[in-house]
Nanobody, 127 residues
Framework: QVQLVESGGGLVQAGGSLKVSCAASGRTLSSYVMGWFRQAPGKEREFVAAISRGGGLTSYVASVKGRFTISRDNAKNTMSLQMNSLKPEDTAVYYC????????????????????WGQGTQVTVSS
């Protein structure tokens, strides 16, 4: 099975940018549909973005469309989320996740669809 480790979180002012990354080990990342989720204090974990195995298809939650970009480099076994124009409401722990089931459309957006998770990285946006 695959192990996932996030990095790149931190503190940024509103309007700023941050890039979080996910490194995979144990299995090649190209075997998985990948996703980013986030969880704010007192709230449920929510879908942020997903990317197909080859990287040609992406999906975003409406609140981040046009601001966030998901990408992957299967050769390096990594995935990233570039976050621009950050808002205080983007503050959360960000998790990367892997779905090993055969790819379907639309890309999965639910927590139960993903079998493997990283430990999360904190992103804090100050106003």
């Amino acid at each position: 099975q695959v192990q996932l480790v996030e990095s790149g979180g931190g503190l940024v002012q509103a309007g700023g940018s941050l890039k979080v990354s996910c490194a995979a080990s144990g299995r090649t990342l190209s075997s998985y549909v990948m996703g980013w989720f986030r969880q704010a204090p007192g709230k449920e974990r929510e879908f942020v973005a997903a990317i197909s195995r080859g990287g040609g298809l992406t999906s975003y939650v409406a609140s981040v469309k046009g601001r966030f970009t998901i990408s992957r480099d299967n050769a390096k076994n990594t995935m990233s989320l570039q976050m621009n124009s950050l808002k205080p409401e983007d503050t959360a722990v960000y998790y990367c996740a892997a779905d090993p089931t055969p790819q379907t459309l639309p890309l999965p957006t639910s927590v139960p669809a993903y079998d493997f998770w990283g430990q999360g990285t904190q992103v804090t946006v100050s106003s």
